[in-house]
């Protein structure tokens, strides 16, 4: 799929960066940040699932057509957990008219 | 293949989703059982995992490389990190099932009130769903590995036909990405609120 050839140098340097946010991510874990914990640790796994999709999985060299698909799947994601949460935050906040 | 991934983001995007919802639920209660998993086993089978990622990718460089006897090594390499994964967790399981943290009649965490254990049975469900489901998917592919290890042995890979290897690879990358999420949300985002063991 991919023709480009990427050096070991960036495979062994994207490997070193994965795993320093790991230790990163463990140690920030035992600090109290109040509800930004979550959000840190998110964070955190979102940039390692980048590093693996644009460097390990070639998506930085991919066709506009695999992009594409890659993001329009996230889209799709992002959907599912945004109204599905938005419904259950929102439940009995407006009562149901009629009732 | 592409398309088959987002199918399983979608697949596993059901169960995070539910882990969502009932954590926003009952907070306290998956804060006390998620520090009951000890975190130091879960941060090296990540590791693991990650350096089986970096194997992967190895053995699609020495495809696209041509290169016969390297494609071998660094499968036979990804396969037996894979391994070690699916043994480090055999033993995490292995620990919840002697503290009776396993969903069921005999179910007991230490610490909450009886009122709460089915809130916690609740987390160890989704724990074990989630991470069987990760699991489940690691086996499938150590079985790919295994045909593609026999297949490159025999020479069927050359730069111009790889691939199945290049494919293999996607997939395993992106069974890595599940456990990149599973790993903070099952074992460390509550750490902070109840000190648990390491």
Redesign the interface.
């Known amino acids: 799929m991919s023709e480009h050839i990427d050096s070991l140098k960036t495979y062994f340097g994207v490997f070193a960066a994965l795993i320093v946010l790991t230790v990163v991510t463990t140690a920030v874990a035992f600090v109290d940040l109040g509800p930004f914990s979550t959000v840190v640790a998110l964070g955190i796994a979102c940039c390692k699932m980048l590093l693996v999709t644009l460097f390990f999985m070639h998506v930085r060299h991919s066709s506009k057509l695999t992009k594409l698909i890659l993001i329009g799947g996230l889209l799709w994601l992002g959907l599912m957990l945004s109204m599905t949460l938005t419904d259950f935050a929102t439940r009995g906040v407006m009562g149901v008219p009629g009732r | 293949m ?2 088959f ?2 199918t399983e ?2 697949f596993f ?2 169960m ?2 539910a882990y ?2 009932y954590r ?1 639920a009952y907070p306290e209660v998956f804060a006390v059982a998620s520090s009951s998993i000890k ?1 130091f086993l879960g ?1 090296a089978n ?2 693991v995992l ?2 089986s ?2 194997t ?3 053995a699609v ?1 020495a495809a ?2 041509g290169q016969q006897k390297a494609i071998v090594f660094f499968l036979i390499l990804t396969l037996l990190l894979g391994g070690v994964f699916l043994g480090v967790k055999a033993v995490e399981w292995k620990e919840k099932f002697d503290e009776h943290h396993i969903p069921g009649p005999t179910f007991h965490l230490e610490g909450l009130p009886d009122d709460q254990q089915g809130h916690a049975q609740l987390f160890f469900t989704l724990y074990f769903a989630m991470t069987g489901l990760h699991a489940l998917h690691m086996i499938i592919g150590a079985g790919i590995l295994i045909t593609l290890i026999f297949q490159a042995n025999r020479g069927k890979f050359t730069a111009d036909y790889m ?1 199945p290897v ?1 494919v293999a ?2 997939y395993w ?2 069974v ?2 599940v456990w ?2 599973l ?3 099952l ?7 109840k ?1 648990g063991p390491l």
């Open positions: 592409w398309i991934l987002i983001i979608m995007g059901g995070f989703l969502t919802i926003g975190i941060a990540t590791v990650l350096g990622s970096l992967m990718v190895l460089r696209q490389l691939t290049d690879g996607l990358h992106f890595d990405i990149i999420f790993f903070p949300l074992y460390l985002i509550d750490r902070h609120m000190q």
